[in-house]
């Protein structure tokens, strides 16, 4: 078994196998968008259906929201997107390359955390060219600029009738979705009668005008999260951030990710209102590096305060039990769905030596796999079709299932286990005498003869498993 993975071959992999496209691909492209195609679609459902029972059907103290993309512009005033959501840029003067200034700072081995200033970045960036150690890292050129703030947040011009919008009427696609949350958490509290401590989780899409996406889905420009806000009095905040740490670690062994290829990386610089800060990351071969895929952060009550004071609504809680009235803190876990796609392939994308040949298998937790059953007859003949066809049609009732019938049966199922189908069924000459059909397994490729009638309670049994 290896896994010789880069991000082109990745890519590549992800785009013949019907998983992600590139966006407006007949047009060039569209630098950091990406579509997903069938196979991708299913998969990034049946990750977001995993991670909502994770926060709903695995617990009673979260409760789902869908808020809209765009939102009252005060919104990202109030929480400090508009004036410092940026990241610190570098221009090559040649070539005109565009670098983030701590990723730059990383190819040369220099670490700096994503909270370092303009200035404490500078800095760095002088000490490297004060030993004539900067470069730019595609045309060798040392002609570089110092580094400078540049602003992830993406305008519309949302309800604008006249061609200039003043700075207060401005709207933006949303460049998170956690800020929904916390404008809803009253009438969460006063309509569902919630009581702290308790979350709020939601996924939907997400926009960042990144200065560099050239990771594949690992960073886009538009983007799902999936985020959890977590209601609660300060002095339960860290019982709580060590009880969710563990919980959101454990969701990652259930669905297979090794604990080899996970760590920890602890935020050293906090925001001024954040009391702990942690993220997870994960060893992407196709990356070569950890790299984050969800971050959890104590909050204080720093997101609450902001829209208290913005919107003139005290966002507070009373407390019937202790008789006391606060704003509550927030812990948030904050995860990208798009990361997790990638990150859900890189780790089952695997190449077996079989019969002197490669077979490539995706070995995703089964629950994960877009397509649960093939069907497929042994040969292109009408009698084994009709047969096939017909289970097919019956299984379709209760799982996403495929049939097929091109091609030799070696192919069909050697492009099932590259899309991550964890069963195949099969039909042949004897099912026309005995009324029985094969099961093929994707990891062992074991196979075992059951009845056609018995295949409910056998399809049934084979999902409950991997459940
Ligand atoms: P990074 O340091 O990689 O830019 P971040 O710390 O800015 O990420 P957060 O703002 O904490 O990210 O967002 C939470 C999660 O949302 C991230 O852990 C990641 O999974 C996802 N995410 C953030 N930005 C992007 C993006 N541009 N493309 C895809 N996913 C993203």
Same mark, same amino acid.
């Given at each position: 078994?290896?896994?010789?993975?880069s991000l082109e071959?990745?890519a590549?992999?992800?785009?013949?196998?019907?998983?992600?496209?590139p966006?407006?691909?007949?047009?060039g492209g569209l630098s950091g968008i990406?579509?997903?195609?069938?196979?991708?679609?299913?998969?990034?459902?049946?990750?977001?259906?995993?991670?909502?029972?994770?926060?709903?059907? $695995?617990?009673?103290?979260?409760?789902?929201?869908?808020?809209?993309?765009?939102?009252?512009?005060?919104? &990202?005033?109030?929480?400090?997107?508009?004036?410092?959501?940026d990241d610190p840029m570098v221009d090559c003067k040649d070539c005109k390359h565009r670098y983030r200034a701590d990723h730059l700072l990383a190819e040369f081995g220099v670490e700096i955390d994503d909270k370092a200033t303009t200035d404490e970045i500078n800095q760095k960036l002088d000490e490297l060219r004060t030993n004539n150690k900067l470069f730019c890292p595609n045309c060798k050129s040392k002609n570089l600029t110092q580094a400078r703030r540049f602003s992830l947040?993406?305008?519309?011009?949302?309800?604008?009738?006249?061609?200039?919008?003043?700075?207060?009427?401005?709207?933006?696609?949303?460049?998170?979705?956690?800020?929904?949350?916390?404008?809803?958490?009253?009438?969460?509290?006063?309509?569902?009668?919630?009581?702290?401590?308790?979350?709020?989780?939601?996924?939907?899409?997400?926009?960042r005008n990144e200065i560099v996406a050239r990771q594949f889905?690992y960073r886009t420009r538009?983007?799902?999260?999936? $985020?959890?806000?977590?209601?609660?009095?300060?002095?339960?905040?860290?019982?709580?951030?060590?009880? &969710?740490?563990?919980?959101?670690?454990?969701?990652?062994?259930?669905?297979?990710?090794?604990?080899?290829?996970?760590?920890?990386?602890?935020?050293?610089?906090?925001?001024?209102?954040?009391?702990?800060?942690?993220?997870?990351?994960?060893?992407f071969?196709s990356l070569g590096e950890?790299a984050?895929?969800?971050?959890?952060?104590?909050?204080?009550?720093?997101?609450?305060?902001?829209?208290?004071?913005?919107?003139?609504?005290?966002?507070?809680?009373?407390?019937?039990?202790?008789? $006391?009235?606060?704003?509550?803190?927030?812990?948030?876990?904050?995860?990208?769905?798009?990361?997790?796609?990638?990150?859900?392939?890189?780790?089952?994308?695997?190449?077996?030596?079989?019969?002197?040949?490669?077979?490539?298998?995706?070995?995703?937790?089964?629950?994960?796999?877009?397509?649960?059953?093939?069907?497929?007859?042994?040969?292109?003949?009408?009698?084994?079709?009709?047969?096939?066809?017909?289970?097919?049609?019956?299984?379709?009732?209760?799982?996403?299932?495929?049939?097929?019938?091109?091609?030799?049966?070696?192919?069909?199922?050697?492009?099932?286990?590259?899309?991550?189908?964890?069963?195949?069924?099969?039909?042949?000459?004897?099912?026309?005498?005995?009324?029985?059909?094969?099961?093929?397994?994707?990891?062992?490729?074991?196979?075992?003869?059951?009845?056609?009638?018995?295949?409910?309670?056998?399809?049934?049994?084979?999902?409950?498993?991997?459940?």
């Open positions: 078994m290896s896994k010789s993975l071959k990745l590549n992999f992800c785009k013949t196998r019907g998983f992600i496209y966006s407006s691909e007949i047009y990406y579509d997903y195609g069938h196979y991708g679609y299913l998969l990034k459902e049946n990750i977001k259906n995993a991670w909502i029972r994770n926060m709903i059907n $695995e617990r009673d103290d979260v409760y789902l929201l869908d808020s809209a993309i765009f939102m009252h512009p005060t919104t &990202w005033v109030a929480s400090g997107h508009v004036a410092t959501f947040m993406v305008k519309s011009n949302l309800g604008c009738t006249v061609d200039s919008i003043s700075d207060d009427e401005l709207t933006y696609l949303r460049p998170e979705t956690c800020g929904g949350i916390y404008l809803q958490f009253k009438n969460v509290v006063d309509t569902l009668h919630a009581k702290l401590p308790f979350g709020i989780a939601q996924v939907g899409k997400a926009f889905i538009e983007f799902e999260q999936m $985020e959890m806000q977590y209601f609660l009095h300060p002095s339960e905040m860290e019982f709580k951030y060590n009880e &969710w740490k563990e919980y959101r670690w454990k969701w990652y062994l259930e669905y297979g990710i090794n604990e080899t290829s996970l760590k920890w990386y602890k935020h050293e610089k906090l925001a001024h209102y954040a009391s702990d800060a942690y993220d997870i990351k994960y060893n071969a950890f984050e895929v969800e971050g959890i952060h104590a909050r204080g009550n720093w997101d609450l305060s902001q829209h208290t004071k913005y919107s003139g609504m005290t966002l507070d809680y009373y407390d019937q039990e202790i008789k $006391e009235r606060y704003i509550p803190h927030i812990l948030e876990t904050s995860a990208g769905l798009g990361r997790f796609v990638m990150m859900f392939i890189d780790n089952a994308y695997t190449e077996e030596i079989v019969n002197d040949d490669t077979r490539i298998v995706l070995k995703l937790d089964k629950r994960l796999s877009p397509i649960k059953f093939a069907v497929l007859p042994l040969f292109k003949k009408p009698d084994l079709q009709n047969v096939a066809k017909e289970i097919y049609h019956h299984i379709k009732k209760y799982y996403i299932a495929e049939y097929d019938d091109s091609g030799s049966i070696g192919k069909r199922y050697r492009r099932q286990d590259e899309i991550g189908t964890p069963y195949c069924i099969t039909v042949d000459y004897q099912t026309l005498e005995d009324n029985k059909v094969t099961i093929r397994d994707r990891d062992s490729m074991e196979q075992i003869r059951i009845k056609i009638d018995d295949l409910d309670t056998k399809c049934e049994a084979l999902v409950q498993n991997n459940r």
